[in-house]
C-alpha cells in the first residue's frame, strides 16, 4: 500500500480519544496522509526522530514524557511538524506553555470532529507555508538579496549596470559592455562597482548568473542544456562543473532536492 509523503502523529494515552481522531482523519484523508498513532510521549518521539513528519497531534498530559516534554524536545529541530495539543479543561495552563513552545492550535476534550478538521487543515496549510519559506531562504543568494534592498543607496550608473545585466544574463556580457551602458569608462566603473556593491563584477556576474539557474530549476521545466544557455553559459558542460563547484550538487540533483523540499538540500 503506498502513502502520501505527508505524515500525521497522534498521540494519545486514552485509546478511545487516540482511535477516534485517527478514525475521523482517515476518513478525511482519503490516502492523501499517512496517519499514525501512539499511546505514549516516548514511542512518538522515537516516531518523529524516525521520519518526517508534518503534523504532530498530542495531549499535552501522558505519563512518563509528556506532550510538552515531546514538544519540547522539537524546540531546536529545524525540521519540526506543525502542533496541535488537546487538552482537558482544567489544563489551560499547560496549553499556554504549548502555545508559546510553538502548537499552532489546541482542542479541548470531548473533541468536536468539525473543530478538528478545521484545526488540522490550518496547521497543514501554516506547515506548507514554512515550506514554502524555508524553500525560498535556501533559493536567495543573501548577497544579491541584501544589493536588492540597498539599491536606493547606489549610484545610478551601477542600478543601470544592475539592470542590464539582469536583462542580458543570457548573452556573453563584458565589464566594458556595462561599463559602456552606464556611460563610464571600464576602469573607473570596475572600481565604482566593487566600491558600492562590495563584490567584483566577475563575482556578481556569477552570483547572478548561479542565482537565475536556481530559479530555473525550480520553477520551469526546462532541461538542464536549456537552463545553462538561459543563465549564460557557453556549453551544459561548463554550466554543470560551475553550478556543482558553487552548490556542492549537480544542477539535477538540486532540483530534484529542491522539489521533494528544502530539508534536503546540505
Given at each position: 500500500?503506498?502513502?502520501?509523503?505527508?505524515?500525521?502523529?497522534?498521540?494519545?494515552?486514552?485509546?478511545?480519544?487516540?482511535q477516534?481522531i485517527h478514525?475521523?482523519l482517515e476518513?478525511?484523508?482519503?490516502?492523501?496522509?499517512?496517519?499514525?498513532?501512539?499511546g505514549?510521549?516516548?514511542?512518538?518521539?522515537?516516531?518523529?526522530?524516525?521520519?518526517?513528519?508534518?503534523?504532530?497531534?498530542?495531549?499535552?498530559?501522558?505519563?512518563?514524557?509528556?506532550?510538552?516534554?515531546?514538544?519540547?524536545s522539537?524546540?531546536?529541530?529545524?525540521?519540526?511538524?506543525?502542533?496541535?495539543v488537546?487538552?482537558?479543561?482544567?489544563?489551560?495552563?499547560?496549553?499556554q506553555?504549548?502555545?508559546r513552545?510553538?502548537?499552532?492550535?489546541?482542542?479541548?476534550?470531548?473533541?468536536?470532529?468539525?473543530?478538528?478538521?478545521?484545526a488540522?487543515?490550518?496547521a497543514?496549510?501554516?506547515?506548507?507555508e514554512?515550506?514554502?519559506?524555508?524553500?525560498?531562504?535556501?533559493l536567495?543568494?543573501?548577497v544579491?538579496?541584501?544589493l536588492?534592498?540597498?539599491?536606493?543607496?547606489?549610484?545610478?550608473?551601477?542600478?543601470?549596470?544592475?539592470?542590464?545585466?539582469?536583462?542580458h544574463?543570457?548573452?556573453?556580457?563584458?565589464?566594458?559592455?556595462?561599463?559602456?551602458?552606464?556611460?563610464?569608462?571600464?576602469?573607473?566603473?570596475?572600481?565604482?562597482?566593487?566600491?558600492?556593491?562590495?563584490?567584483?563584477?566577475?563575482?556578481?556576474?556569477?552570483?547572478?548568473?548561479i542565482?537565475?539557474a536556481k530559479?530555473?530549476?525550480?520553477?520551469?521545466?526546462?532541461?538542464?542544456?536549456?537552463?545553462?544557455?538561459?543563465?549564460?553559459?557557453?556549453?551544459?558542460?561548463?554550466?554543470?562543473?560551475?553550478?556543482?563547484?558553487?552548490e556542492?550538487?549537480?544542477?539535477?540533483?538540486?532540483?530534484q532536492?529542491?522539489?521533494?523540499?528544502p530539508?534536503?538540500?546540505?
Amino acid at each position: 500500500m503506498s502513502f502520501s509523503s505527508k505524515t500525521i502523529v497522534i498521540v494519545d494515552d486514552e485509546q478511545r480519544t487516540r482511535q477516534g481522531i485517527h478514525q475521523t482523519l482517515e476518513q478525511w484523508a482519503a490516502g492523501k496522509y499517512r496517519i499514525m498513532t501512539s499511546g505514549n510521549g516516548l514511542e512518538a518521539l522515537h516516531m518523529l526522530q524516525a521520519e518526517k513528519v508534518h503534523l504532530l497531534i498530542t495531549d499535552v498530559r501522558l505519563p512518563e514524557f509528556s506532550g510538552l516534554d515531546l514538544i519540547r524536545s522539537l524546540e531546536r529541530d529545524s525540521h519540526r511538524p506543525a502542533i496541535i495539543v488537546i487538552s482537558g479543561y482544567a489544563e489551560f495552563d499547560y496549553v499556554q506553555q504549548a502555545l508559546r513552545l510553538g502548537a499552532v492550535n489546541y482542542l479541548l476534550k470531548p473533541i468536536d470532529k468539525q473543530e478538528l478538521l478545521n484545526a488540522v487543515n490550518e496547521a497543514l496549510q501554516l506547515e506548507e507555508e514554512r515550506q514554502r519559506y524555508m524553500k525560498l531562504d535556501k533559493l536567495a543568494d543573501p548577497v544579491l538579496l541584501e544589493l536588492d534592498l540597498q539599491a536606493t543607496t547606489l549610484s545610478d550608473p551601477v542600478r543601470r549596470a544592475f539592470t542590464f545585466m539582469a536583462e542580458h544574463l543570457h548573452e556573453p556580457i563584458t565589464m566594458a559592455q556595462t561599463a559602456a551602458h552606464s556611460h563610464l569608462n571600464a576602469s573607473y566603473f570596475s572600481v565604482l562597482f566593487k566600491e558600492q556593491s562590495g563584490l567584483s563584477f566577475s563575482e556578481y556576474l556569477h552570483r547572478l548568473r548561479i542565482q537565475r539557474a536556481k530559479e530555473l530549476l525550480l520553477h520551469t521545466q526546462l532541461t538542464i542544456a536549456q537552463i545553462g544557455e538561459r543563465s549564460g553559459y557557453r556549453t551544459d558542460k561548463y554550466f554543470i562543473k560551475v553550478f556543482k563547484a558553487t552548490e556542492g550538487v549537480s544542477p539535477s540533483r538540486y532540483r530534484q532536492q529542491m522539489r521533494k523540499g528544502p530539508e534536503n538540500i546540505d
